[in-house]
């Protein structure tokens, strides 16, 4: 399973935000959305998640029909206070529904709140949880109807340090292990060094490059695009950071 996008263009009113861009998302991998506040990235999964009017092509595997099997994870994820962490994640399979919950269900539901730790909040109420329990809750709900593209926006940006990487490794294990296609936006990019298998790099509503990680996160690249001076550095496991020394110096 692919998704292609192709020319896509994106305007809030007379306001274009996305130009042009051509990106590909390939099946078991994890593609990483990187780039400065502002410059179109949750735009991005939007359209893809078909919330958005877009003009050129978005393909799923080729085709233009927007599949069922998409589990979207935004931004700013809200439910009502009330519902349980169970009722909440539960609305993730709600195609599978037909007006009643069965056993499958249930289950289904258990293990997905399992995986990501938080099974035992299962009962309790969204106002009585943490907001970093609150993304995962919502992490859980795109997973689990166990969709074949997986689309994430920020999914770790209220979580504390460890359980970012906890979640961006579970990310990356089940794209490989069930050959989804996973569009994530991420504002780490040490974190999308390590977990992203390829990575786009916007500016300004473009696309600057879609490749190999290790090729895009180059220093010249990032530098340029986030106007920092950076420093290269090789960690013991072989992969390779970017620490952002300062803000490039205004030419007077």
């Not at 258990?110 to 907001?131: E, K, N, V």
């Not at 709900?141 to 209220?158: C, M």
């Amino acid at each position: 399973m692919t998704i292609s996008l192709h020319g896509l263009r994106v305007a809030y009113g007379k306001k274009s935000v996305l130009h042009h861009v051509d990106v590909h998302a390939a099946s078991g991998r994890v593609l990483g959305i990187i780039g400065p506040n502002g410059c179109g990235k949750s735009t991005l999964i939007k359209a893809i998640a078909g919330l958005l009017p877009v003009q050129g092509q978005i393909r799923f595997h080729g085709a233009t029909q927007r599949p069922r099997a998409i589990g979207y994870m935004p931004q700013d994820s809200q439910a009502p206070a009330a519902l349980t962490v169970l009722e909440v994640v539960l609305l993730g399979r709600i195609a599978q529904l037909h007006l009643k919950v069965h056993d499958d269900d249930l289950n289904a539901v258990s293990q997905t709140l399992g995986s990501l730790g938080i099974g035992a909040l299962a009962p309790a109420r969204m106002s009585d949880i943490s907001g970093g329990q609150r993304q995962l809750v919502y992490l859980a709900q795109a997973l689990v109807a166990q969709p074949q593209y997986l689309l994430l926006d920020e999914p770790t940006s209220a979580l504390d340090i460890s359980h970012q990487l906890e979640v961006l490794a579970f990310v990356r294990g089940i794209t490989h292990a069930r050959g989804l296609t996973t569009v994530m936006v991420l504002h780490d990019l040490n974190a999308a060094a390590r977990y992203c298998d390829d990575i786009a790099l916007m500016s300004e509503g473009r696309l600057v490059r879609c490749d190999a990680a290790a090729r895009v996160l180059g220093q010249d690249s990032v530098s340029e695009v986030f106007d920092l001076v950076t420093e290269s550095l090789r960690c013991s496991d072989g992969i390779e950071v970017l620490v952002a020394i300062r803000k490039k110096a205004v030419a007077p």
